[in-house]
């Protein structure tokens, strides 16, 4: 497929809970990156990594933490799960050339 | 940091007809801006993109065009199918910056 894949794909968690989403890419690509997308707003920024274990807030971090130990994954973290969180999150990786390619997305929605 | 608006937020047009997209930037010095579109439930896919060291660029019955001066730019599709129909985002990158703003996205609706 596009070397990038998310997990899982839909998620419905409790107010409060921690929730941890992935991304695994096969690219080997330098930079990856967390997206939120909500009506009305489009895509925006939570967190990005331009290496392994170096990472950067984005426009909407608040409540969300990242980690990258391995060139290949890079994980999103909800640390106390809000109902302002429920959303379709995309993870997306860039060589730095050119654009993005998205993953599939995660629905995540929080009860 | 940089903003990209987007206009208009929704496109209804009859099949066969033209349409146009626009988005403006704020930062002067951003010098990448690649259009993706996104079919319902699906991911968002790159279409096109332009550096600013070109003014249009086309890919079959897609075209954009940049205005570095008034800082905005513009997707075009001409001869629309319904298969066009999608919500289709701007972006725009600042140098230095491995990271894309977006703009809030258009729908566009292709009526056959």
């Known amino acids: 497929d596009a070397g990038i894949t998310q997990s899982p794909r839909h998620k419905v968690t409790e107010t409060g809970t921690p929730v941890t989403l992935r991304c695994h890419q096969t690219e080997n690509h330098r930079y990856m990156y967390w997206y939120r997308q909500d009506p009305g707003h489009g895509l925006r920024l939570i967190h990005y990594?331009?290496?392994?274990?170096?990472?950067d807030k984005g426009e909407v971090s608040d409540g969300y933490s990242v980690s990258r130990s391995k060139t290949e994954d890079f994980l999103l973290t909800l640390e106390s799960a809000t109902s302002s969180q429920t959303s379709v999150y995309f993870c997306?990786?860039?060589?730095?050339?050119?654009?993005?390619?998205f993953g599939s997305g995660t629905r995540l929605t929080v009860v | 940091g940089e903003n990209v608006e987007q206009h208009p937020s929704t496109l209804s047009v009859q099949e066969g007809d033209s349409a146009v997209i626009k988005c403006t930037y704020s930062d002067s010095a951003s010098n990448y801006f690649p259009w993706y579109k996104q079919e319902l439930g699906k991911r968002p896919q790159l279409i096109i993109d332009?550096?600013?060291?070109?003014g249009e660029k086309k890919d079959q019955r897609i075209a954009v065009t940049l205005n570095k001066t008034a800082k905005h730019f513009s997707l075009h599709i001409t001869e629309t199918q319904p298969e066009d129909s999608a919500v289709y985002f701007c972006a725009a990158r600042s140098p230095g910056f491995q990271k894309l703003v977006f703009g809030t996205g258009t729908r566009l609706l292709v009526s056959p």
């Open positions: 332009i550096r600013s060291n070109v």
């Open positions: 997306a990786i860039s060589d730095g050339g050119t654009g993005y390619t």
């Open positions: 990594s331009y290496g392994v274990k170096d990472t």
